[in-house]
């Protein structure tokens, strides 16, 4: 298989404060393989803190990580020549989480449009690019009548996320990473938002990696889904088997806190453990044993390796040490079914 | 709305709403933020609201409070106990926020002052209603209601940056609860926060209600978390009370396309990849349609429903909804079982 992307065996750790520095391992040896052949949606699930956006922006190559490599194509980041590197800001899109402060408010909602056709050269004459926007646009279920020419503050934000979902697209890339892109949209018009990227992803053979803390549209639309936790995987693997049977308790208890919409379905059977701070916070030990209701001595020792508790889902728990263990930098087995 | 006479057993709703209308005059016209909403809430109760963002329920939230400034203009009554919240002086009305009915902000994160401690934000609340406190009586207060939202009692020498997202909403609850209204407005209380610590906050307003009888509206728009904390749900739309009843009911048979359109645009577990969203916007307040405002967006709407605003039906239950389908033979629920075997057979 060829890799589109791949970070292997990547660590980003933050530093702050000069004399006794606060060290933050935001991602803790994580390993993952994006496939250009087989085109998937990847779901990357934690809370806030747990490195899911860190891992986003080492995916855009917006930071470089601390330990490890990320390849684009087989090369090296560190080393791409300027038109690998034109080409990888092609291949690759952003979709961010607010759909406000991604347009300048001076410019009608056209300039993000005509900006990537001009830098990319994607269209050869005004015509050409006014009929790719018009394209891209109702791609994403938007009439371009009703859209072009406008404001930013005189669209609802789930147009707005549209556009940019649209711009994305315009590029052709082979890889949309979508950090959060509809948690500050309403309820009602996230649907619309997601079914517009998963639509993209089915037509036109994109890859995409869907951030979120947000466990029931990362169901919906995914295929395959990691858990992250303060920066390590606890379980990962087809979205089907990972959320019906979760396996790591930090999973469990995640799934068990959704608000199912569903009055006969309630929540709150997991007791949710506070954190009294006594997780290992390197890399030796679980960093879920302090609220872990299942905890044992070697937990806090070291961190179980990732055991492969189903032919698709791989947990970072001893619960599951019957299971045949798998190095972190296999996680993609698990993930891409053979 | 007309309400149904209470009987022996029901108490006697604690917060009672009567037409009440938010109107704003701006140069494009008059435009109608709230419009004549009216329902009641009993001691101790847990009601939600939910509607997408400028269906007016941030508006009525304020407009409950008396918090609405000129050029806005409020119109309707509104009820804590036997205090007339509408009727009240400057002066009265300040001493009956917080006292009468508390709020907990939509963003705790930016409500809280960065440069003031936590204990003389809370302080602050005690000692302007009740100049007679003492400073060690504010203080064991303050450490009182701390310990009531699960936090450790130092917390209160903290800065607010210094905190988590879900410590500062408990901050903010703190403060809600520490003249213990009777009634608690709660602006999506947890939105910027992710499940587990949004279950753990909610645990917290649940047992909070319970242990004090505080009744609380839960406004937001997330029906899962509608469908896990209240008891009774109200639906707004462009300013209006499109729907409202027990929740279960609600859920189980709604009496409003809106309500169930609302409802099976969520995600579940049973159906994997089935995205329904709703289509269409929300019409501007400036330039609503004639008749019923969600006809536009209304797969079942009907000639009548262009012509004439539905009026508010009962559903036996203390269940209410707006929409002309409630005349019609079967109502709503003969139209979404149609709808269904002819996507089945289709």
Same mark, same amino acid.
């Given at each position: 298989m060829s890799a589109l992307l791949e970070l292997r065996n990547v660590s980003k750790v933050y530093k702050s404060g000069f004399f006794s520095p606060k060290v933050t391992n935001a991602l803790d040896d994580f390993s993952l393989v994006i496939d250009q052949a087989k085109p998937t949606i990847t779901a990357v699930v934690g809370e806030s803190g747990s490195g899911k956006s860190t891992l986003g922006s080492l995916m855009m190559g917006f930071i470089k990580p601390t330990v490890g490599d990320v390849f684009y194509k087989g090369r090296n980041m560190k080393s791409l020549t300027g038109p690998e590197r034109w080409q990888f800001r092609q291949d690759v899109q952003a979709i961010f989480q607010d759909p @406000?402060?991604?347009?300048?408010? @001076?410019?009608?909602?056209?300039?993000?449009?005509?900006?990537?056709?001009?830098? @990319?050269?994607?269209?050869?004459?005004?015509?050409?690019?006014?009929?790719?926007?018009?394209?891209?646009?109702r791609r994403v279920g938007l009439r371009p009548e009703e859209i072009l020419g406008r404001y930013p503050h005189q669209l609802s934000g789930g147009q707005r996320q549209r556009i940019i979902v649209a711009r994305a697209m315009l590029l052709k890339p082979k890889l949309i990473v979508a950090d959060e892109p509809v948690s500050m949209v309403d309820a009602s018009l996230r649907a619309t938002i997601l079914e517009s990227i998963y639509t993209l992803h089915k037509e036109m053979g994109v890859s995409v990696l869907y951030i979120t803390h947000d466990m029931t549209t990362a169901y919906h639309v995914s295929n395959e889904i990691i858990v992250l936790y303060k920066g390590s995987v606890m379980e990962g693997g087809e979205v089907a088997s990972v959320v019906k049977t979760p396996h790591h308790p930090y999973t469990r208890l995640l799934i068990d806190s959704i608000p199912w919409p569903d009055v006969s379905l309630q929540w709150g059977r997991e007791p949710i453990i506070k954190d009294d701070g006594s997780s290992p916070t390197t890399s030796r030990g679980c960093k879920f044993a302090s609220r872990c209701p299942h905890v044992m001595a070697k937990c806090r020792d070291a961190g179980p390796p990732l055991f492969a508790v189903g032919t698709q889902q791989a947990s970072a728990c001893y619960l599951g040490e019957t299971s045949p263990a798998l190095q972190r930098s296999e996680l993609h087995k698990v993930l891409t079914p053979t | 709305m007309t309400s149904a006479p209470s009987t022996q057993t029901k108490p006697l709703p604690i917060l009672r709403v009567a037409d009440l209308c938010v109107d704003y005059f701006t140069d494009a016209g008059r435009l109608r933020a709230c419009d004549q909403v009216s329902f009641e809430l009993g001691p101790g109760q847990r009601l939600g609201l939910v509607g997408e963002s400028g269906s007016g329920k941030s508006t009525m939230a304020l407009a409950l409070m008396r918090l609405i400034k000129p050029p806005g203009k409020v119109s309707g009554r509104v009820f804590v106990g036997d205090a007339e919240l509408t009727a009240m002086d400057d002066k009265a009305i300040r001493s009956a926020r917080m006292r009468l009915i508390g709020m907990v902000p939509q963003a705790a994160m930016s409500a809280l002052n960065p440069v003031i401690r936590i204990r003389a934000q809370i302080a602050d609340v005690l000692q302007v209603h009740e100049p007679s406190m003492t400073d060690a009586d504010v203080r064991a207060r303050i450490s009182e209601v701390l310990e009531a939202v699960e936090l450790r009692p130092d917390v209160a020498s903290l800065y607010p940056h210094e905190l988590s997202g879900g410590m500062k909403q408990r901050v903010c609850i703190a403060i809600a609860v520490a003249l213990k209204p009777k009634v608690i407005i709660a602006d999506?209380?947890? %939105?910027?926060?992710?499940?587990?610590?949004?279950?753990?906050?909610?645990?917290?307003?649940? +047992?909070?209600? +319970?242990?004090?009888?505080?009744?609380?509206?839960?406004?937001?728009?997330? !029906?899962?978390? !509608?469908?896990?904390?209240?008891?009774?749900? %109200?639906?707004?739309?462009?300013?209006?009370?499109?729907?409202?009843?027990?929740?279960?009911?609600?859920?189980?048979?709604?009496?409003?396309?809106?309500?169930?359109?609302?409802?099976? %645009?969520?995600?579940?577990?049973r159906k994997k990849g089935v995205f329904r969203g709703i289509p269409g916007i929300t019409p501007s307040l400036l330039g609503l349609p004639s008749g019923c405002y969600f006809r536009m967006r209304c797969p079942y709407a009907m000639p009548i429903c262009s012509e004439v605003a539905p009026p508010q039906v009962s559903h036996g239950q203390d269940h209410h909804s707006s929409c002309h389908l409630a005349n019609v033979d079967g109502g709503l629920t003969s139209r979404i079982a149609a709808e269904a075997t002819s996507n089945r057979d289709g």
């Open positions: @406000f402060a991604a347009y300048n408010p @001076f410019y009608t909602v056209d300039h993000v449009l005509t900006v990537p056709i001009r830098k @990319f050269g994607l269209a050869s004459n005004r015509e050409e690019a006014r009929e790719k926007m018009g394209d891209a646009l | 999506e209380p947890t %939105s910027a926060l992710d499940v587990i610590v949004q279950r753990q906050v909610m645990d917290t307003i649940g +047992r909070l209600q +319970r242990e004090m009888n505080i009744a609380v509206i839960l406004i937001g728009h997330d !029906m899962g978390l !509608m469908a896990q904390f209240v008891d009774r749900l %109200s639906v707004m739309y462009a300013g209006k009370l499109a729907e409202i009843g027990p929740t279960g009911n609600l859920f189980a048979a709604p009496n409003h396309p809106y309500t169930h359109m609302l409802i099976s %645009s969520l995600p579940t577990l």
